[in-house]
């Protein structure tokens, strides 16, 4: 049975990458690492199952763990520092918002995380080419409803094949409501923290919340390997670095719109929520990202336009750190059509993982400025991208529906809902979405 995202061998790779990323010279790591016959070529979800290079493998990942430890502490970053302290002296004035969002705004949050996610899921993994080539041959070029296979040419499928566990639920001929997604389970999971545990909210409850409610196969990447890290005694302010590789991938910027939600007009508590969420598992831009989609949430179910939002998201966010620059080039390409953007932003990411969370920050920069808050232009442009595609789709269909509220919604996104979302989080499965928009309100008065 292959454990993907945990196998040490699996690791080397991915942790070789991260760690140059970081500054560290890991040319002695990777010559071992070849001398042992192992492959430098990080794969998308590990492809060895070697177990000839297991106990070579947890000796290297050691010695980077070593390294990079010694790194952080030797040559700390001004410019994308880790402790909470040092992020918020970076902050930049946040414009005053009223506190006061509706039911209507805060369902339509729900309703577009739920319609992006959707659009984005069977297409998960594919490359642009391949999203161009099946919404083409379906009639759905440009991208204006979710995929179909009907009339799907059987040389465009076999080239091209859709994401397998998705397919059966989110092609639009077999769509009955939202399907069990982890971009949906971390929006719920993280009501639930501010439910139960409002400010006095720990790293540690987050890692207590994690192993009651959610199945350790339906947490990925970072979420895996801290999840392991907890279950190994590992303590939880460093289990985030401990054979976790992944830690600027994009898994912890899904996890925190719901703490938006429930503080809005108030990005900053918004953004210390995130932190506390996305220190469990990650580090530096990844945790960036959670404070900027956090911060865009508390602004976008209270004020109208695009632009304070993406302000509020950018304001919390250390400016001279790649995160900040990403979302920059995304906005700052806002005016382009969307292919010329989508050249610029592979030209300038298309070397990273498609799960890290630069990329798709730039994309969801990018998709947010270029749409002016339109909820079907956002998550196409996101989902057209062709990175992490139910995510990034989740993120900006989140922002979009919460400016627009939900009865402004085009029904083409939101009837096939059904206004229920299925989930493997104890007590959600089936829950409904206006319940949803029902308790995040009562926790924002």
């Known amino acids: ?88 002296a970076q902050w930049r004035p946040l414009p005053v918002l009223a506190p006061d969002p509706t039911l209507d705004r805060l369902h339509g949050a729900w309703l577009g995380r739920a319609a992006g996610c959707l659009l984005g899921k069977p297409v998960e993994k594919l490359p642009r080419a391949g999203i161009e080539a099946i919404a083409r041959a379906t009639g759905n070029w440009p991208i204006t409803g979710y995929f179909t296979e009907v009339g799907l040419p059987a040389d465009v499928a076999a080239r ?27 929006a719920m999971l993280a009501l639930s923290l501010v439910e139960q545990h409002g400010d006095a909210l720990t790293t540690e409850d987050v890692a207590e919340a994690w192993l009651a409610n959610l199945p350790a196969a339906r947490v990925f990447t970072a979420e895996r390997a801290a999840y392991r890290n907890v279950l190994d005694a590992v303590p939880v302010g460093r289990a985030a670095e401990v ?34 969420d996305a220190w ?32 509020c998201g950018l304001a919390v966010v250390p400016p001279r750190s790649r995160l900040a620059d990403a979302v920059q080039i995304g906005v700052d390409l806002g005016e382009l059509p969307l292919g010329r953007a989508l050249d610029e932003l592979h030209a300038a990411y298309g070397d990273l993982h498609w799960v890290h969370v630069l990329n798709n920050a730039a994309l969801i920069g990018y998709s947010l400025s270029s749409s002016r808050g339109d909820l079907g232009t956002a998550i196409a442009a996101a989902v057209t991208g062709g990175w992490d595609t139910d995510s990034a789709g989740a993120t900006v269909g989140a922002v979009c ?10 029904e083409r996104w939101t009837k096939p809902l059904r206004n229920r979302i299925a989930s493997s989080l104890p007590g959600f499965d089936g829950i409904a979405i206006d319940e949803l928009a029902r308790r995040t309100l009562a926790l924002c008065t």
């Not at 397998?164 to 997604?181: C, F, K, V």
């Not at 719109?257 to 995130?274: I, L, N, Q, S």
């Not at 469990?280 to 949430?297: D, E, K, Q, T």
């Open 280 to 311: 469990l598992s990650h580090r530096r831009n990844g945790i960036y990202g959670a404070m900027f989609v956090a911060a865009m949430s508390a602004a976008a179910v209270v004020c109208d336009d695009i632009e304070t939002v993406i302000e």
């Open 1 to 88: 049975m292959r454990l993907t995202w945990v196998q040490p061998e699996d690791l080397v790779a991915h942790e070789l990458v991260q760690s140059r990323a970081e500054g560290v010279d890991v040319s002695a790591v990777e010559a071992a690492w070849r001398a042992a016959g192992g492959s430098i070529e990080a794969s998308p979800d590990g492809a060895s199952d070697d177990s000839r290079l297991r106990d070579r493998a947890r000796e290297l990942l050691s010695e980077l763990d070593r390294l990079t430890t010694a790194h952080r502490v030797a040559h700390p970053s001004a410019e994308e520092p880790d402790a909470w302290v040092d992020i918020v």
């Open 401 to 410: 529906g919460a400016l627009a509220g939900a009865s402004a919604l085009p």
């Open 243 to 276: 054979l976790n590789p992944f830690r600027e991938w994009i898994g912890a910027l899904i996890r925190t719109d719901a703490y938006g939600w429930t503080h809005p007009g108030d990005p900053a508590t918004a953004a210390r929520f995130a932190y506390l």
């Open 160 to 186: 091209w094949p859709w994401n397998r566990r998705s397919r059966p639920t989110s092609l639009a001929e077999n769509i009955d409501g939202m399907p069990e997604d982890d971009d949906l389970n971390f």
